[in-house]
């Protein structure tokens, strides 16, 4: 058994910061890339951005410069440090891993969602 478990989420006032962290655990043999999506009410699932293994990254265009996604491969765990946070941040944020277990299966995990809100 795989999961993500995430924290961190919550609701904090335009122009303020959150982190969000995840971690995997289970009959883990490697990570691969490791990211962060959110679906906000009415929309579809976005990727937010993701970070390979290897530690190269991209983002959202909407989210470039005002957040930062780490990992720590030893941990198995993947944050996600948002700045200067809008009411259009707004959303539900998802980890998502790509892991090989034990067994030799690949598959693409998702935590259960942590809610995060903007709004004065």
């Known amino acids: 058994q795989v999961q993500l478990v995430e924290s961190g989420g919550g609701l904090v006032q335009p122009g303020g910061s959150l982190r969000l962290s995840c971690a995997a655990s289970g009959s883990i043999l490697s990570i691969n890339t490791m990211g962060w999506y959110r679906q906000a009410p009415g929309k579809q699932r976005e990727l937010v951005a993701r970070?390979?293994?290897?530690?190269?990254?991209n983002y959202a265009d909407s989210v470039k410069g005002r957040f930062t996604i780490s990992r720590d491969n030893a941990k198995g765990t993947v944050s996600l440090q948002m700045n200067s946070l809008k009411p259009e941040d707004t959303a539900v944020y998802y980890c998502?891993?790509?892991?090989?277990?034990?067994?030799?299966?690949?598959?693409?995990?998702w935590g259960q969602g942590t809610q995060v809100t903007v709004s004065s």
């Open positions: 970070i390979t293994s290897g530690g190269s990254t």
């Open positions: 998502n891993a790509i892991i090989i277990d034990r067994l030799a299966t690949i598959r693409n995990y």
